[in-house]
């Protein structure tokens, strides 16, 4: 194509053939991991989502005992004495007792960056029994951490009203006070 076939060529209407992306007004809610934001209306599936997320973190936590009873088989097997043997079973039971008091705290409020809460991951990563049971848990009263999400949005919501009805019209607009 020679340069004065390019430039003979019309433009194509950009603005007609996309849509503009619609604005968002206000706070928007925060996504939960398996549910999204069909926890502020409830909708899109989200009694579905629970039973769904209840019944997968139960299978996981079973399927996960079942592996660290196999674990603990090959310990006998291996003759690694009654102290060692012992010893993991304990282990195994506070990181999982730590984990879901950990997970079900979560649930309710938000831990600082710079919390404890990072110092333990790797014993909530060990007792991930315990993480999964609170999950399930929760699942019967609501979307893990909706609680907390709501009470968050909705303070932002009413902020959000607060503020943008407090407002009269354009401050440049306006005219300035006269010196007395």
Not at 9 to 32: H, L, R
Not at 41 to 59: K, S
Not at 145 to 166: D, Q, V
Request: charge should be positive.
């Amino acid at each position: 194509m020679s340069d004065d076939q390019r430039d003979q060529t019309p433009a194509e209407p950009a603005a007609e053939a996309q849509p503009q992306p619609a604005v968002s007004v206000g706070p928007e809610p925060e996504p939960i991991r398996f549910f999204g934001t069909t926890w502020v209306n409830h909708d899109g599936g989200y009694g579905a989502r629970r039973v769904g997320a209840a019944a997968g973190a139960l299978v996981l936590a079973v399927i996960s005992a079942f592996l660290l009873r196999f674990s603990y088989e090959g310990l006998e097997i291996g003759n690694v004495g009654a102290f060692l043997s012992i010893s993991v079973v304990v282990l195994f039971a506070i990181a999982s007792s730590i984990a879901f008091v950990k997970t079900w705290e979560s649930f309710s409020r938000r831990q600082p960056p710079s919390s404890d809460e990072t110092a333990l991951k790797g014993l909530k990563a060990i007792g991930f029994i315990g993480s999964l049971i609170a999950y399930f848990l929760r699942c019967f009263v609501e979307a893990p951490g909706e609680k907390l999400r709501r009470t968050e949005y909705e303070r932002a919501s009413a902020e959000f009203t607060r503020r943008r009805s407090s407002r009269t019209g354009n401050p440049a607009a306006r005219r300035p006070k006269r010196k007395k």
